[in-house]
């Protein structure tokens, strides 16, 4: 799989995205993110992302746009050891992000907090 995002990775399934939400997905946090995942059927590719930045947090849609960059470009770059593992087992899973502080984060951070986040899920595949 190239290193990139496609289309095919971003959940844009409003059933699906309402079932994680709803219950019965697993969800822990990372600060500053907040991850909900749930084992789904029917996706086009192994792990679809949803990454979500509240107005509430960052009135600006720059700066919420800013982060949801960061979040996304974390994650692209981290991905492959977590498609490996749900590849191995056969499995698609539905992964949310949420950001959950009130001031911008650096790159850095937030790229060791994904890797920390994507080692977890990866722990519960094996499971």
Do not use: W
């Not at 844009?12 to 709803?22: L, P, T, W």
């Not at 790159?107 to 990866?122: F, G, P, Q, Y």
Request: net charge positive; proline share 3%; with cysteine.
């Amino acid at each position: 799989m190239p290193n990139t995002l496609c289309k095919s990775e971003r959940l844009d399934k409003k059933k699906v995205i309402e079932k994680m939400f709803a219950g019965g997905s697993h969800s822990f946090s990372v600060f500053p993110l907040r991850v909900v995942y749930l084992p789904v059927e029917g996706l086009e590719a192994p792990v679809s992302i949803l990454v979500s930045v509240s107005k509430r947090r960052f009135k600006r849609a720059v700066k919420r746009n800013r982060v949801k960059r960061q979040i996304r470009e974390a994650y692209r770059k981290n991905k492959h050891e977590l498609l490996q593992a749900l590849q191995d087992k056969e499995q698609q899973f539905a992964v949310a992000f949420i950001y959950l502080s009130d001031r911008l984060t650096d790159s850095v951070v937030i790229e060791e907090r994904m890797k920390t986040a994507l080692a977890r899920i990866r722990e519960q595949v094996s499971l």
